[in-house]
């Protein structure tokens, strides 16, 4: 067991965790790591590759070679799939669909496990996705379970496409975020589960900067000391 700390921040997406765990980093002076965005990353990889995206085998060896660095120049993060820069790419729906589903198979979670354990570095590392608190980081010195109603999370993505000038229906919005959720929350392996000593926030009726001192207020001492 690592003795730099990691505090873990899971839950279904539209639920402001990646905004929150940015913003808490940097905060911190900490790493990041955005899990969801190297299965999104791979999901992009392998509708590009045009395999099958039942094909666990397939799958499991593009993840296993996957040309994927981050950048975090202190602005953002960004995300390379090889030279090219994907951060924007991997945001679409069509990448959100092929990374919920790639995600579900043992094989393709195993092959990208070490990549996300090698982003614990000192000072410490903050981390979101669904597997964070009770896979990746298990030791995790501080585990937090993001949740907000689908509704909620269904009306924060059409505003932000709207925002991005994407037109968008939010009927079709609502019904995909619940097959991602039923998907993410039933399937075999890392299931999007609270962990066992993971402290629960609903970010329904909450501004970013609301969760924010929620979040803040779960902290030992010692680390907002630093
Ligand atoms: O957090 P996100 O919406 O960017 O994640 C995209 C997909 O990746 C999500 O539907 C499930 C999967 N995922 C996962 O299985 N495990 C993680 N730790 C993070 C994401």
Redesign the pocket.
């Known amino acids: 067991m690592s003795c730099i700390p990691v505090i873990t921040i899971?839950g279904p997406?539209g639920t402001g965790?990646?905004t929150i765990s940015q913003q808490l980093a940097r905060k911190l002076g900490w790493h990041y790591l955005?899990?969801?965005?190297i299965?999104?990353v791979l999901g992009l990889a392998a509708l590009r590759a045009e395999v099958d995206l039942q094909d666990e085998q397939a799958l499991s060896q593009i993840a296993l070679e996957l040309p994927l660095s981050f950048q975090d120049d202190q602005e953002s993060f960004r995300l390379f799939l090889k030279d090219e820069d994907v951060t924007l790419k991997i945001r679409s729906e069509e990448c959100?669909r092929a990374?919920?589903i790639v995600?579900a198979f043992g094989c393709v979670?195993a092959a990208l496990l070490e990549r996300q354990r090698i982003f614990r570095k000192a000072p410490g590392l903050v981390t979101?996705?669904?597997?964070?608190g009770t896979i990746?980081f298990p030791d995790a010195i501080v585990k937090i379970f993001l949740d907000a109603s689908a509704e909620v999370r269904a009306e924060r993505r059409f505003q932000q496409l709207k925002k991005m000038g994407i037109n968008a229906n939010i009927d079709a919005i609502l019904a995909e975020l619940r097959a991602?959720d039923e998907?993410?929350r039933s399937r075999a392996i890392?299931p999007l589960i609270p962990a066992p000593d993971a402290i629960l926030i609903d970010s329904s009726g909450l501004s970013i900067s609301q969760v924010m001192e929620k979040v803040i207020a779960l902290l030992p001492k010692e680390i907002m000391g630093k």
């Open positions: 899971d997406s965790k990646g955005d899990s969801g965005a299965y999104r959100s990374a919920s995600s979670r979101d996705g669904r597997d964070m990746v991602r998907r993410d890392s």
